[in-house]
């Protein structure tokens, strides 16, 4: 079972960024999916979650109006969808699969993580 996030970068203000991760099978189907997202010093923020099928979504609210959260269940793969970037959206991003709650402990499978660097 594995996540594999990918798409981070070194962006300036004001540009966008789409982040995938891609699953294997099992740890996909039928799960919800979720961004987290954690920088320096800080704990782990709650981004953004979709349903299996894409009709519950929620954001943080460091997301919302900025981030579109998506998935297509045909390629396994999760995207978020990161306009207006701003530099405290500095962090390692984090997708995970589980019950599509704001929480971390309701999310049984994590990627690795990429970096999103946004300068000013």
């Known amino acids: 079972v594995q996540l594999q996030a990918s798409g981070g970068g070194l962006v300036q203000a004001g540009d966008s960024l789409r982040l995938s991760c891609v699953a294997s099978?099992?740890?996909?189907?039928?799960?919800?999916m979720g961004w987290f997202r954690q920088a320096p010093g800080k704990e782990r923020e709650f981004v953004a979650s979709?349903?299996?099928?894409?009709?519950?979504?929620y954001y943080g609210d460091s997301a919302k109006g900025r981030f579109t959260i998506s998935r297509d269940n045909f390629k396994n793969t999760v995207y978020l969808q990161m306009n207006s970037l701003k530099p405290e959206d500095t962090a390692i991003y984090y997708c995970?699969?589980?019950?599509?709650?704001?929480?971390?402990?309701?999310?049984?499978?994590w990627g690795q993580g990429t970096q999103v660097t946004v300068s000013s």
């Open positions: 099978g099992r740890a996909f189907s039928s799960r919800a």
């Open positions: 979709i349903s299996w099928t894409g009709g519950h979504i």
């Open positions: 995970a699969a589980g019950v599509g709650s704001s929480l971390e402990y309701d999310y049984d499978y």
